[in-house]
């Protein structure tokens, strides 16, 4: 009997150790900073399959989000500089389930840069 609960117990531990290695979500961390000597105003971030993005970023300031990518397709940054130009700028390709991080930094008012580092 003492054999059968020990076997029970393995059983039930080795399960759940497969299910939780198989749970794993693939998602990308961002990072919008704002190094621009000025504030910039509806900083929006489209992905495929969606979009996040903050009101107001100061200047030296960073806005972090998380997203997990459903599609492929390249991302896109747009915003506003404090003379109410809007400017948009496309980034790198992004393919469905990949993760890693993203920063995009905004150095100026009117360029964004992308830096990834992302896993297929």
Known sequence: MRRLLSGLALCATLGASVA???CHSHYIQATITNASDAPLN????????????????????????????????NI?????????????QTGPWLNEGQEGTLEITLPSQDHAEFHTSLKP
Do not use: E, N
């Open 42 to 73: 509806v900083v929006q971030v489209d992905y495929p399959s969606a979009s996040f993005g903050t009101q107001l970023l100061a200047p030296g300031a960073s806005f972090h989000y998380r997203f997990k990518l459903l599609g492929s397709g």
């Open 20 to 22: 939780l290695i198989g």
């Open 76 to 88: 896109k940054v747009s915003f506003t500089d404090a003379a109410r130009q809007d400017h948009a």
